[in-house]
């Protein structure tokens, strides 16, 4: 074997290496303590509609507390039914890891085609940023759709550009079949919010570079009927099974639900949340903590004829990521996630940004480089002493716990710093994502899941899950949050009023009732409280109480 061919070797151990590094971070990231914190209202429509999927076999027309819902596409009620199937039942694992292993994905996908456009050291830098990025860690733990979305409308990205540059024909024709593959899933996770999130940058990138001539390349005719028929079999499968059921008497109202869920809910005219024009000019300033110094830079970045040959791929990103943020910023519906499906081309962005700065330093003076560690060393420092100092004066029970991540923080920062000083890059850059790493680590196992605002459900659904015998009806009066309804395991139907709940009791059914709606009926002569849990449920940003009504008390209040 020649030296050359160890020297290759070497280099592809290396970097096989470094791959396995990266993807751990990202499983650490997307996964740590994953099941530890309990579900919140939004992930439970999900769980509850994959267990009533299983426990029915019906898989098109999905039920949540036995009512329709078809305000998302199915993607992940699939995905979530799919992996309780496997274990056995819908749990919490069953309801996150779906989003877990697409964010996994998500960084894969980042890996192979930022390499590919830009080499591996730069790819690696992105797929980091992305990985250590507040939308990754906090949508990787989420049960929600959104980090579904947000892969797929990633890889149409990612996969599109690679085909557009790539000049051998069946290589661009393998990755138009994964552009469309893609798009199509990206639309069952959660449609139509691809269609412009995808389209409106594509066309904005054509029509710049003139790329009209590309069009039939593209595989419009076969990736159009894979679209179709990925996209339109779900809808035309449920629109059959509702107008059997009914009569034939459902399409209208079908159509007019999906009219206002989408359309009516963009424009704002249904749940608008109320959030103004630039409410994503700085939302996506907090989904890309901790790295939010860089995204003025990177957006202003692309307009530096000093980048050379990059500039067109950072031109693409740009586009990808600004069209898709003034497109949302048009809708009168704003929520912070919406925007997501653009954070991993800002993360991209960032990561060509902090190579160059570390490594190149073609476009970023060592000068420059040197200064925002420094703000960077600086704003941590001042963080954790100010962190600290303020535990002592006001909290002084959470000293113990503010210190075990402060002091880390100032460890990273500190062994980042001496490594740079020294001219140590790859350890400078080991310092900070396996510094972060810990800090997350450490965030999450003494704050964000000891603290969490769903924590108070979980127990108190269990116990009435155990006083409640499974051949027993239990029904909620008013109210019940989606979370109860997910630990608790089985069907909860809500009424509405106090006569049906009269009725109920005197059925001897179980009425479930929290806040002032247990107030209400602990006041009427006519229930009985069969057990009290103080501090049930956090709703509406309160903690009230709980209290399960029945005929025959089989406990005293507690």
Known sequence: ?????????????????????????????????????????????????????????????????????????????????????????????????????????????????????????????????????????????????????????????????????????KRQVVYMLIFWVSFSLAMLAKGPAPLPLVTVPLFFWVLMFKKWKQIPRMLPVIGGIIFLAAVLAWPV?????????????????????????????????????????????????????????????????????????????????????????????????????????????????????????IFIQKAHTKQLARNLLLVHVGVVIAGAIGSLAYVVAVKPEMLRETAFLAIPALIMVATAAVSFARGKKVPGCIAIFGGYCIVMMIAFAVFLVPYSSTNRIRPFALDVKASVPRSDKLVAYIYMPSRFIHYFGRTVPIIGDMSEAHAEYNSDSWIIAIGANMDELAKDSRFEIAEFWKDAARTDGKVVDGALFHKANITSPN
């Open 237 to 357: 499968l449920l629109g059959m099974r509702m107008a059997q059921a009914s009569g034939g008497d459902s399409q209208a109202g079908f159509i007019d639900f999906w009219k206002r869920e989408f359309i009516d809910r963009f424009m704002g005219s249904h749940a608008a949340g109320d959030k103004p024009f630039y409410y994503y000019f700085y939302v996506m300033f907090q989904l890309m903590v901790p790295w939010v110094v860089f995204v003025p830079m990177a957006i202003a970045a692309p307009f530096y004829k000093v980048w050379g040959e990059k500039r067109k791929v950072m031109v693409f990103l740009w586009l990808w990521f600004a069209a898709d943020v003034l497109f949302m910023s048009l809708s009168g519906g704003k929520r912070m996630h919406y925007i997501l499906p653009a954070m991993p081309a800002m993360a991209i962005l960032i990561g060509i940004l902090l190579e160059d700065m």
């Open 1 to 169: 074997m020649s030296e050359n061919d160890l020297n290759k070797d070497s280099s592809t151990t290396i970097k096989a290496v470094v791959v396995v590094c990266v993807m751990l971070l990202s499983a650490i990231t997307s996964g740590w303590m994953l099941t530890a914190k309990p579900l919140g209202d939004h992930e439970s429509y999900v769980t509850i509609t994959a267990r009533e999927m299983l426990e029915s076999d019906d898989w098109v027309v999905p039920t949540c507390n036995g009512q329709l819902r078809l305000e998302k596409t199915p993607l992940n009620y699939w995905m979530t039914a799919a992996i309780g199937k496997i274990r056995g039942g819908v749990d919490d694992l069953a309801g996150k890891l779906p989003s877990m292993l697409l964010a996994m994905l998500s960084t894969a996908a980042i890996l192979y085609f930022v390499s590919r456009w830009l080499g591996f050291r730069t790819a690696v830098m992105a797929a980091l940023i992305w990985s250590t990025s507040t939308s990754f860690v906090r949508y990787g733990h989420s049960g929600r759709p959104e980090m579904s979305l947000t892969c797929f409308v990633a890889i149409c990205f990612l996969s599109f550009y690679t085909a557009m540059i790539e000049t051998r024909r």
